[in-house]
């Protein structure tokens, strides 16, 4: 049970929450114990994609957090919140309502490297304390502007008020680097359209390269421990790394990586590389200059070896 298991959270429970359940599900199925993380946090109020990495795939967690996720998301206009979503309370208001014509219009505004302001109601530090906890608190701080990166921004459908070409909502699909807030996202759309706005949806279609395609249900993952099949719900470890190339080592050359040691006279594509024995992952590999070196080692041995 070395791999990732991908959940379509629900909305309300936490990430944290997600893992509790796999771990429950691992002892339902009486599988053993094995360490469990999840690959990139989601709001209680999101939905979607969450990786779960089992055994020696958490190891690979935290590439996870660095990846580009996807994003359906609506928007709200007229109200905006303390928390920029639906769980917060109002802290301005707009009568202002925009059309579908005027949205697309600054969409390119927000589409490419962008400075963001991240939501005051996030789980970032500052001065050593979660800035949500000293939003709560009621102090008055400065988010730090960041720079992120916004791939694709596009329009899904938009729900008028009426007859009109006013919008009460607009639904927006997105694809984004690490670090973009899709609420503080929301909020500058809604600025620039001259209203105010907060998210009303937020559903995660894509982590890094794992889709909604691959995703339980809880109720799914709760089945599938009873029955004792699990495994047919778990994604390899390789999954995670489609887009780095593999280096296809010998037993004795995957021995001395397993060791730490280095290996030299390797022809391998320059920078990071998945060093396989066969059909087992051996390490995380960097490598340069024909000498290759050990970044991350997967405790995973091969048929042979076992």
């Known amino acids: 049970m070395h791999g990732w298991i991908i959940i379509d959270k629900p909305v309300g429970p936490?990430?944290?929450?997600?893992v509790s359940a796999v771990k429950r599900a691992l002892r339902t199925g009486g599988y053993g114990k094995y360490k469990v993380g999840h690959g990139g946090t989601l709001d209680p109020l999101a939905s979607g994609v969450l990786p779960v990495a089992l055994g020696e795939a958490t190891k690979l967690s935290g590439r996870m957090l660095d990846a580009d996720k996807a994003?359906?998301?609506?928007?709200?206009?007229?109200v905006q919140t303390d928390t920029l979503d639906a769980e917060g309370k109002a802290v301005a208001t707009s009568d202002i309502r925009p059309t579908r014509a005027a949205t697309g219009a600054v969409l390119a505004d927000f589409t490419g490297p962008i400075d963001q302001v991240p939501p005051a109601y996030s789980a970032l530090k500052i001065d050593g304390e979660r800035a949500y906890d000293r939003a709560r608190a009621g102090e008055d701080f400065e988010m730090k502007t960041r720079a992120v990166t916004v791939?694709?921004?596009?329009?899904?459908?938009g729900l008028p008020i009426g007859e009109g070409d006013e919008l009460a909502e607009i639904t927006l699909s997105c694809s984004v680097s690490k670090g973009t807030y899709i609420r503080s996202l929301a909020r500058d759309i809604a600025r620039a359209l001259g209203s105010v706005g907060h998210v009303t949806m937020l559903r995660r279609t894509k982590a890094g390269p794992f889709t909604l395609d691959a995703a339980i249900s809880l109720d799914k993952l709760e089945e599938l421990a009873k029955a004792r099949r699990?495994?047919?719900?778990?994604?390899?470890?390789?999954?995670?790394?489609?887009?780095?190339?593999?280096?296809?080592?010998?037993?004795?050359?995957?021995?001395?990586?397993?060791?730490?040691?280095?290996?030299?006279?390797?022809?391998?594509?320059?920078?990071?590389?998945?060093?396989?024995?066969?059909?087992?992952?051996?390490?995380?590999?960097?490598a340069d200059n024909r000498e290759v070196w050990v970044v991350r080692g997967f405790n995973l041995m091969s048929k042979e070896d076992e």
């Not at 936490?14 to 997600?18: D, E, Y």
């Not at 994003?71 to 007229?78: A, E, H, K, L, P």
């Not at 719900?233 to 040691?261: C, E, K, W």
Request: charged content about 20%; hydrophobic content about 45%; cysteine-free.
């Open 71 to 78: 994003y359906d998301f609506t928007i709200g206009f007229g």
């Open 151 to 157: 791939h694709r921004l596009d329009i899904v459908e």
């Open 230 to 286: 699990l495994e047919t719900a778990l994604l390899p470890l390789t999954a995670g790394l489609d887009d780095i190339p593999a280096l296809s080592v010998t037993p004795d050359q995957a021995r001395a990586l397993r060791q730490g040691r280095r290996l030299t006279g390797i022809a391998a594509s320059a920078g990071l590389n998945l060093a396989m024995e066969g059909e087992t992952p051996v390490a995380l590999v960097e």
């Open 14 to 18: 936490g990430s944290t929450q997600i």
